[in-house]
């Protein structure tokens, strides 16, 4: 494994060319970037910003920062939800129906996910029917990568295809300076391009799917 990511097999990668194929199309895709750190945060906002900025300067995705910790869901799924809770929900809703992609930025706590994650993936469901999902992870010596795990069994009940590599920081608070830069800048911008080459494939096939046939579960 190394150190900023889960890379195998990149060398003979199908997702390879996907990107002079984007640039004949009519529109960007539109990507939304899923950050639950606690506000205050240097570690997580840090992380949070550089997925942002790695995003947009890959230069194919119309990128969206949702930050569900800002003013979180409750974790008590009601239906009809409450009226406060409809509030919420009419805010972040639509971006994530409006979306053909998302990265989810997860710290790790006690080998899962932060609870304001979680309850923004639960309040919705066809939302996230048929689109890719990236991790970009960060934590201790794990770098997070126990929480993305619990994640993917969450998205796979979702009808989500859950990306193979993603990013993974480990010792989160020993990789950023003090500008909130990576340390290793070339090994973290190898991984994240190898994360958004995925989903660039991934967001562009499913959407033309989705565009010809509904997806219905």
Request: charged content about 20%.
């Amino acid at each position: 494994m190394r150190k900023h990511a889960l890379l195998n097999g990149t060398s003979n990668s199908p997702f390879t060319g996907s990107t002079e194929r984007l640039e004949m199309s009519d529109a960007h895709l539109r990507l939304a970037v899923l950050t639950g750190s606690a506000p205050g945060s240097r570690t997580g906002q840090a992380v949070a910003s550089w997925t942002r900025h790695e995003a947009i300067n890959y230069g194919q995705f119309d990128v969206d920062l949702v930050d569900v910790a800002e003013d979180p869901l409750p974790v008590l799924i009601t239906h009809p939800p409450s009226p406060a809770a409809a509030q919420k929900l009419e805010l972040i809703s639509p971006r994530l129906a409006a979306a053909d992609a998302f990265i989810v930025v997860c710290a790790e706590y006690n080998h899962s996910f932060p609870a304001a994650l979680k309850s923004a993936v639960d309040w919705h469901t066809t939302e996230w029917y048929a689109k890719p999902v990236g991790f970009v992870s960060y934590g201790g010596r794990s770098g997070g990568l126990r929480a993305v795990e619990q994640f993917r069994l969450v998205f796979s009940e979702l009808h989500v295809v859950t990306l193979r590599d993603g990013v993974s920081f480990p010792n989160v608070w020993e990789e950023f300076d003090e500008d909130g830069e990576p340390r290793d800048t070339v090994g973290s911008h190898t991984a994240a391009k190898t994360m958004f080459d995925q989903l660039l494939w991934w967001s562009e096939s499913l959407r033309e799917a989705r565009q010809k046939r509904p997806y219905t579960p």
